[in-house]
């Protein structure tokens, strides 16, 4: 019987000798994959498939609506366009941002430049990285090669370009071949960032074709145009002329034949659009490949009620609007002395009367106002609609990027709590900035006539369509749904909506004159400055225009200064929100993120009017 | 066998504004703005009417737009205004019942033995629509077979079953729709069967918590486990064991999940959908140990123990989920019945270790005792060259009792025993792949319409994780002396251990600049970490009165000090943390303990705009005025260049804050009382826990009006300006205006989080046995118990026992009071 016990003992000593062999440490990660995967031309596909996944603009939740590629916090509700909106609680790092007093640990810059630092250059250069190795092993051809390497430098420069705008010179410059991109300082030498940029969409320029089988893929004339924005930033208009020239001259694009078109889902990808921002809803949960950085920017009360309220025009852009009852020429000075009549303060049951006095008819396409048809949506409730007007002011959240009540469901996300997201496309770039920004350099250069002509092709366009149905009742109570009482949406679609709402007549006194020769360089500046005014409003654009107006000689200069502060005075007419606000220099541009700082201490630094 | 009963109840709850005294609040806010008060419910005069119904809003009855006949669910929804104020937590919340039941019973002879025991738990929680079951049974048992070999297994069996909503220390938390939602809103609109919700204009954004409980009433989380082990041991010799043993871990989690369309909610979702998760994970471990146990000279005991161990572990996750179903019976909602949004998801991992050891004791007549251990792990969590680490341990007893010299002592010093121990252990938690850099597809993070589709994208690949193949073990070194005593007949009763554990090669993400991308970085060998402590117990026990009367005491108290003394190469490097609604609460750095709270001190609040103006201004701001609060601003330069700084500047920003709280106690302790006497004993229990700091960030919604939500009575009552106060320099709060630079991390927000609480009340009666052997019965015992029964603390929250931990350590969002519970029970042995 000991035998047979010594017999076990060394059974089991054996078992215990054979459990343990290297395959037993062997733990690859599971669903997923190394580098060299992609060392082919599939690879290099999949890898710039995911670059281009950063130009949605958000990344939710490692980088939220501070990066939003629209820029509706810098470009917009820091500008006399809009106002942050909502209510003060909510975000309130914008509040900092809309009043100018933004300190560097503010959270939304630090989105942007996490956004387009972070993931987009690093993507774009690992991407790049990839494609040499794999020209290296001869898997791709040169040519190969270099059309995805203009696919990527592409994108690289479209980041670091939306990273210029937010931050001026101050980010670090970094490529594929960089040893390491921590050890790069963000001081460069006057210039150094926007030839940069160029070089990259230089790159892109010689080497992407004319046209794209695949539309969200950017084309030689997309790197020319953004290339020519980054000049027009700096002014330097002589550079950015050929660039503007060649785009015209290719005959690749005109203008739709509405404005609104530049707006909606079923003309996504349209003869205007030189490149867009894909957005597409109901693939994913909560839809997220549709632009999250717009995500809180939808209506939010009442029965239209969406997350969140934020993004709302401002007075002073809606005063813009007036117009000359003669000339249908904008008021460029008085435009601000007395506000276009608003609902603000007035419930929607208190009658409330649209103001008859003329305006350019893009006003209703860009801002949603008491009274009047808000797509199929109904009738503009005014106060029910809106979150809180004491905050964010009388008008629904930027129309521009929203969709319509027809399309909910199919073009909008059926799932997510950001219930306003949708598939319409930004239009990063378009025919009618070419137009306009070749127009800026013709007034420059005095060539009247070039100006008068490119801003007129705006204005005509304008005046081909305008928001129809004249609404016969002045109080909006919830009980009028939705074009009246006892209506139903199917009123809207057959236009028969009885007493409440004439079809037969526009919502306002729509009204919008071409331009007469200009008289002098300076009239035909102004004129082009307004019109891109009001052709682009609350697409997050403003703020950099007016930074850059504000370095032109004497005469064509719009004073960034005084302009937004005396946005700021005007508006308290409408709320509160602006009182003791003060725009300065330092302003121009946002701070570098502290936390990045304290990350590469000795390596970055802050922008010194923030120290 | 056993049963008890009782019912629970939440213990506490927020003392809020009724709708009278919200609209007086409102219009508070508005003074202390100097803004003409303007509100969609209330009107716009110098005071606030209280409207009939707040949809439509701020409406009269009357009113031809609350005309019931216009009523349509959901586009014409009509909500009466609850002029009381609807006692949110009231209607959220009931008596729970809790019944459980227990049998065990042991048996065998002189060869086998075995036990089983069966439980079932079944709690109707105090959130209505919410229950949780628990079954639980357990079988051991071993035999021997012969002299020299025994089998045995252990089993056992747990199956959870959940339904409702759980969601715990968060914003969209039952606890937080308590005091999110205003008082005006009622529960239902004038159907009384569709809710009412916050679509009212000026409703903020808060669910109606009676919905989002009902709604969720079918949510349902499932969770099986099953672990046992079974195992045979030699005895070839006398002295010698030889055992092989094998174990297992199964779970298995399954969650249905249900959106249900909440038309009444200011950000409505108005499509259904459906969602199920399920994982499993099974951890198997091989075990053999060989001990054999010897004397040399009777007096010289050695134990000595060799042994493997392998664990090996996987687990698998897949998610799925769908929208638009025909039908929201939950019955119908399947994921086969969705007709959009189809989506799913996937996951693994696994982990394996492997472990050599040994252990040699020694044993010099009780008196002298020694121990020596050695481990070495294999990880596969780590690359080949690093995988294993070698983790020695030595310890030293004293058995000073046992000297002669102490025999003078005896009469009051029954047993002293001194120890001393230096051990190293290892820590290998760093996810299970850090050695690996590698790119993941993902239709969100890698995907785009690059065609043009609206309605799908292209899915890419990105950089998902950086890897290191440079990390090893992380180790902390542990030194521990202590003591054991026993005094007065061992009455008294006396263990302390003073320790302290250093960490090196502390496994630590550090935080890397955007500029190397967003990639999850990996784990690397860099922190140092300092923890020092001790734990006391102090125990007496005693009779009286001949014998009848028993009682006894224990005290347990713990102190821990913990600080980082190293987080990577730059000194000055810190991590925020407890990033709450864009504020970060708490950091740490070398010096600090892992978190502290961090933020700006504050000194009061201004008096007037003179004190104010005179303040170097809050950034570039104009925040400094009469009722805000006055922010110190700290000594930030360093004028001399001698290292201290011994200046102020003139702006108070980011420079200014410092640490301000700590949500480390200084001691915890717990206190155990039993007494018997004839049939009855009685058990009591205090817990308690003292210097530790609560930042409670329920007080930025209802003292300083985050959002519109409810407010607290000290918002109307007791904030700067309130009609309420006779003198401002009363005031607790800063002026009622929403601000959201009072609201900014500040030692305003920090509170003492020290407590006394009564845990446990239990009496119970034991029949005498005299009468029970008729019935054939060997003991009855009934008891009543009263958990929870007070807590003692200046805590402004809910319940200072927060169950945040980690880098949201203190931070109280809205956490579920701890239950009060009344209990019966009765255990029957037969």
Not at chain 2, 466 to 483: A, K, S
Request: some cysteine.
């Amino acid at each position: 019987m000991k035998k047979l016990s010594i017999l076990f003992a060394a059974l089991l000593v054996l078992v215990i000798i054979n459990s343990c062999s290297d395959d037993f440490f062997d733990k690859k990660p599971l669903g997923s994959t190394s580098e060299n995967v992609f060392y082919s031309a599939k690879g290099i596909d999949a890898l710039l498939i995911g670059t281009y996944a950063i130009v949605k603009g958000s990344y939710l939740w490692d980088v939220s609506w501070g990066a939003s590629i629209q820029n509706w916090t810098y470009g917009s509700a820091a500008s006399d366009d809009a106002y942050k909106g909502s209510e003060i609680t909510d975000q309130i790092p914008v509040n900092d941002i809309e009043r100018w007093s933004v300190t560097p640990s503010n959270g939304y810059p630090a989105d942007k430049w996490r956004l387009t630092l972070g993931h987009g250059v690093v993507r774009a250069n690992k991407t790049l990285k990839v494609i040499n190795a794999t020209e290296a092993e001869g898997n791709i051809t040169a040519d190969q090669a270099n059309s995805f390497r203009a696919e990527a430098r592409f994108l690289r420069g479209l980041f670091y370009f939306e990273a210029w705008l937010v931050f001026g010179d101050y980010i670090p410059l970094f490529t594929e071949d960089t040893e390491d991109p921590a050890a790069v300082s963000n001081q460069n030498d006057p210039g150094a960032v926007l030839a940069f940029i160029i070089e990259d969409f230089k790159f892109a320029w010689e080497n992407l074709p004319e046209t794209q089988a695949l539309v969200g893929k950017p084309t030689k004339y997309a790197a020319m145009g953004i290339a020519a924005r980054a000049y027009m930033q700096e002014l330097m208009y002589a550079e950015a002329k050929p660039l503007l020239e060649n785009i015209i001259l290719s005959g690749n694009y005109s203008l739709m034949p509405y404005f609104i078109d530049n707006f909606e889902i079923v003309t996504n990808n349209n003869d205007e659009s030189i490149f867009e921002i894909q957005a597409c809803v109901n693939d994913i949960n909560e839809s997220l490949n549709a632009e999250m950085g717009i995500g809180l920017n939808w209506p939010h009360g009442g029965d239209i009620g969406m997350c969140c309220g934020f993004h709302q025009p401002s007075q002073n852009l809606v005063n813009a609007y007036k117009v000359d009852p003669v000339s249908g020429l904008p008021l460029f000075t008085t435009f601000n002395n007395v506000d276009l009549a608003n609902d603000q303060g007035i419930t929607s049951d208190q009658p409330f009367v649209v103001a008859t006095d003329p305006v350019d008819p893009r006003l209703d396409f860009t801002v949603g106002r008491r009274g009047i048809p808000y797509k199929d949506w109904g009738i503009n409730r005014g106060s029910n609609w809106i979150r809180k007007q004491l905050d964010g002011g009388p008008y629904m959240p930027v129309a521009k990027p929203f969709f319509n009540k027809s399309q909910r469901y199919t073009l909008s996300t059926t799932t997510g709590w950001q219930t306003g997201i949708n598939a319409n496309n930004y239009r990063y770039l378009r025919y009618s900035h070419i137009l306009l920004w070749r127009a800026e350099i013709a007034a420059f250069e005095n060539d009247l006539i070039t100006a008068r002509n490119y801003v007129n092709q705006i204005r005509d366009r304008a005046d081909n369509k305008v928001v129809m149905g004249k609404v016969l009742i002045t109080t909006l109570p919830a009980s009028v749904y939705p074009w009246g009482p006892g209506s139903t949406d199917a009123d809207y679609m057959d236009g028969t909506t009885g007493p409440y709402v004439d079809w037969t007549q526009p919502a306002a006194n729509y009204l919008i004159g071409l331009y007469d020769p200009f008289a002098n360089k300076e009239e035909a500046m102004r004129a082009v400055q307004w019109e891109q005014r009001l052709e682009f409003a609350t697409e997050g654009r403003r703020f950099f225009d007016l930074r850059r107006w504000d370095n032109l000689p004497a005469g064509m200069r719009v004073d960034m200064v005084q302009t937004l502060n005396d946005f700021a005075q005007g508006d308290l007419r409408v709320r509160e929100f602006m009182r003791g606000a003060i725009f300065t220099e330092r302003d121009k541009y946002m701070p570098v993120p502290e936390d990045q700082i304290n990350l590469q201490p000795g390596v970055l630094v802050q922008n010194p009017d923030y120290l | 066998m056993s049963v008890r009963t009782g019912i629970t109840q939440a213990s506490t709850h927020y003392d809020l504004l009724n709708t009278a005294e919200y609209a007086e609040a409102v219009w508070l806010a508005f003074a202390n703005k100097g803004i003409p008060p303007a509100h969609a419910q209330y009107g716009t005069g110098s005071s606030p009417v209280i409207p009939d119904y707040i949809l439509p809003s701020g409406t009269m009855e009357g009113n031809p737009a609350v005309n019931p006949d216009l009523y349509k669910f959901p586009d014409y929804q009509i909500f009466k205004a609850n002029k009381e104020g609807t006692d949110w937590f009231k209607e959220m919340t009931r008596n729970g019942v809790v019944r459980e039941y227990d049998i065990s019973v042991r048996g065998g002879g002189q060869d086998a033995s075995y036990a089983f025991s069966g439980n079932y738990l079944d709690e109707d929680g105090y959130f209505i629509h919410t229950n949780f079951k628990r079954y639980t049974f357990r079988l051991n048992s071993d035999a021997k077979v012969t002299d020299w070999l025994r089998f045995g297994e252990t089993l056992q069996g747990i199956f959870i079953n959940e339904l409702g909503r759980f969601t715990d220390n968060a914003e969209d938390s039952p606890i937080s729709y308590t005091y999110r939602t205003q008082p005006i809103v009622p529960v239902y609109d004038i159907s009384g069967v569709n809710f009412a919700g916050s679509k009212a204009s000026e409703m903020g954004n808060s669910e109606n918590g009676v919905a989002s409980l009902y709604r969720a009433r079918n949510n349902n989380g499932k969770w099986t486990r099953a672990l046992g082990s079974f195992y045979a041991e030699l005895t070839p010799i006398k002295g010698l064991a030889i055992k092989s043993l094998m174990g297992y871990n199964y779970g298995q989690w399954n969650y249905r999940g249900f959106t249900i369309p909440n038309f009444e909610h200011s950000e409505p979702n108005r499509v259904n959908g459906h969602n199920v998760s399920t994982n499993n994970s099974l951890q198997w471990n091989f075990t053999n140990t060989a001990i054999y146990n010897f004397s040399v000279a009777d007096d010289h005991k050695f134990n000595v123990l060799v042994g493997t161990e392998a664990i090996e572990s996987k687990y698998e996750e897949a998610n799925a989920s769908r929208s638009q179903y025909f039908s929201e019976d939950p019955d119908y909602m399947w994921l086969n019945s969705g007709e959009i949004n189809r989506e799913n998801n996937g996951y693994g991992s696994e982990w394996s270790l492997f472990s050599l050891f040994g252990r040699l004791n020694y044993d010099y007549m009780g008196k002298y005792l020694a121990e020596a251990t050695f481990r070495r792990d294999g990880s596969s969590r780590f690359s080949e060259a690093n995988r294993y680490g070698n983790f020695p341990a030595f310890s030293l007893g004293w058995g000073v009792s046992e000297e002669s010299f102490m025999a003078g002592t005896k009469s009051w010093l029954d047993y002293l025993k001194l120890r001393l121990g230096l051990g190293f252990s290892g820590n290998d938690k760093i996810g299970d792949y850090n050695s690996y850099s590698t790119y993941a597809s993902d239709k969100y993070q890698a995907g785009y319409a690059i065609d043009g589709s609206n309605t799908s994208a292209t899915s890419g690949f990105y950089p998902a994780t950086l890897g290191n193949e440079d990390v090893t073990w992380e180790t902390t070194r542990t030194i521990d002396g202590g003591m054991d005593a026993l005094f007065l007949n061992s009455r008294l009763s006396l263990t302390l251990d003073v320790w302290r554990r250093d960490t090196k090669d502390m496994l630590y993400n550090p935080r890397i600049p955007n500029v190397l991308g967003r990639a999850a970085p990996p784990f690397i060998n860099i922190g140092e970490m300092k923890n020092t402590g001790f734990d006391l117990d102090l125990g007496y026990k005693s009779e009286a009165m001949g014998g009848k009367l028993l009682y006894s005491a224990k005290l347990t108290l713990s102190h821990y000090k913990n600080e980082i003394t190293k987080l990577s190469d730059d000194v000055n490097e810190f991590v925020p943390t407890g990033g709450l609604r864009q504020v970060n609460y708490s950091r740490f750095q070398v010096g600090t303990a892992f978190p502290e709270f961090y933020g700006y001190e504050v000194e009061g609040i201004f008096q007037t705009d003179a004190e104010a103006a005179a303040h170097p201004p809050y950034e570039d701001t104009d925040y400094n005025q009469a009722g805000h609060y006055k922010y110190k601003n700290q000594l930030t330069i360093d004028s001399d260049g001698d290292g201290v700084m011994d200046q102020a500047d003139n702006i108070i920003n980011s420079a200014d804050m410092v640490y301000i709280g700590n949500p480390h106690p200084d001691l915890t302790g717990g206190l155990n009382l039993d007494i018997a006497y004839g049939g009855f004993d009685l058990n009591v229990f205090f817990y308690g826990s003292y210097g530790n700091d609560i930042i409670n960030v329920v007080r930025r919604w209802i003292d300083y009006g985050q959002f519109n939500a409810n407010l607290s009575k000290d918002a109307l009552y007791k904030s700067w300006g309130s009609p309420y106060l006779d003198d401002n320099a009363d005031a607790t709060l800063p002026m009622l205006d929403q601000n959201d630079k009072s609201q900014i991390a500040s030692s305003a927000l920090v509170e003492d989080g020290s407590f006394l609480r009564l845990k446990n009340v239990r009496l119970g009666y034991t029949l005498p046995t005299p009468l029970l052997s008729r019935f054939q019965v060997q003991s009855v015992r009934l008891y009543a118990q009263v958990t929870n029964l007070f807590t003692l603390t200046k805590y402004s929250g809910l319940d200072p026992e927060l169950n945040s931990s980690g880098e949201y350590m203190g931070l109280d969002q809205g956490a579920w009071p701890t239950p009060r519970q009344f209990m019966f029970g009765l255990t029957i042995g037969l």
